[in-house]
């Protein structure tokens, strides 16, 4: 682990956990693809897996200092990469948000998440806590707005909704005071109506239609009510893998990639369901107990930064699947099939083991 850290101060009981979810992921993917055109997506995201592992261990070597000395210019590396992909981008569906490199798709907007969280670690940790005054509040919104509203044009309004919790949680650390949270809530609030007016139809339907599906149960309504009926069919103890009728079926439109865990509830049941999300339980405490031990406020910030996206993931996917929450294309953390959100989760492990390891380190 090189001259200064030690293999004993990895955390392996956090990388145990990330196994274990890619693990039920893996299962997953291969049990709702395998009589599908998508057969053999969990052989690609094995790969994709390994290759995420390997980042791990990289930058569990590098030391995280090094990073936050050189974000300014990632960050408006990043930003050159989200305006490549409007330009040069591949057009799936309507939609550019991946950046093709020979036989492999690249979605530039995952990455850019953790370079948000690394740039506001370094913002925050040169100001004394307690301190954050207005004038910091709009500084960090101007830095998150410039890539959340480059991500919301490909359009991808999903993950740029990922980049507000980093922004939020970030300044509750800092102890920002109550009255700047009351005006921000009242700016949100405000500006919602003109935010959904420049929405494209179908995300406006997306929006509207999980308040009341059965309004239009074969179109917009049509996905959020057949996740439901999958989750609801599992029962107790489930219908076994590659045995879900609702998935198996495609009555649930490639249930795959973020309505996996509605074939995972349909299959596995209601004591599989909750078995994996206590296991997203342990992985959200584990970070936390990095962020109580971090060495540095800078590594504290980081490790808050990367549960807050990862739990806010959780939250609203789960919720979709539930209709609790409006279907927005948000992946459930190393179970969804992509391989570029699971090479982020696993550089974002990597960066809480780089904290972790050199706790110790004078």
Not at 103 to 111: D, K, R
Not at 146 to 164: F, K, S
């Amino acid at each position: 682990m090189g001259k200064y850290v030690s293999l004993k101060d990895f955390d392996w009981a956090l990388l145990a956990l990330l196994v274990a979810i890619s693990g039920l992921g893996l299962l997953q993917i291969y049990s709702t693809t395998v009589h599908t055109k998508f057969a053999g997506a969990h052989v690609k995201q094995f790969y994709w897996l390994l290759i995420g592992l390997g980042l791990l261990f990289f930058l569990c070597l590098y030391d995280y200092h090094d990073l936050l000395n050189h974000m300014p210019i990632l960050y408006i590396i990043s930003l050159l990469l989200l305006v490549a992909v409007l330009v040069l981008g591949t057009d799936v569906a309507g939609a550019r948000r991946w950046l093709r490199f020979g036989g492999f798709s690249f979605q530039v907007s995952e990455p850019v998440k953790l370079v948000i969280i690394l740039l506001l670690a370094r913002f925050f940790s040169d100001i004394p806590r307690d301190d954050v005054t207005l004038a910091d509040t709009l500084k960090v919104f101007a830095v998150v707005a410039v890539p959340g509203v480059l991500i919301a044009v490909q359009p991808d309004l999903g993950t740029a909704l990922t980049v507000v919790p980093i922004a939020l949680v970030m300044l509750f650390m800092a102890g920002l005071k109550l009255r700047y949270f009351v005006m921000m809530i009242l700016a949100v609030v405000l500006t919602l109506p003109m935010a959904v007016h420049h929405l494209k139809p179908y995300q406006r339907a997306r929006l509207t239609s999980f308040l009341n599906p059965e309004l239009d149960p074969k179109r917009s309504g049509y996905q959020m009510l057949q996740s439901k009926i999958a989750v609801g069919s599992g029962q107790l103890l489930g219908k076994g893998v590659a045995q879900g009728t609702q998935t198996q079926l495609w009555f649930l439109p490639v249930p795959h990639t973020d309505f996996i865990y509605a074939a995972f509830s349909e299959e596995h049941g209601f004591i599989g369901a909750v078995v994996g999300l206590l296991l997203y339980l342990m992985l959200l405490l584990r970070l936390l107990h990095n962020a109580q031990t971090a060495p540095d406020v800078a590594g504290m910030y980081i490790i808050v930064g990367v549960a807050a996206v990862i739990f806010f993931q959780i939250l609203v996917n789960v919720g979709m699947v539930v209709g609790y929450v409006p279907v927005t294309g948000i992946p459930l953390p190393l179970m969804s099939y992509g391989g570029t959100s699971v090479l982020f989760t696993c550089m974002a492990m990597g960066l809480v083991n780089s904290i972790r390891v050199r706790r110790f380190v004078n």
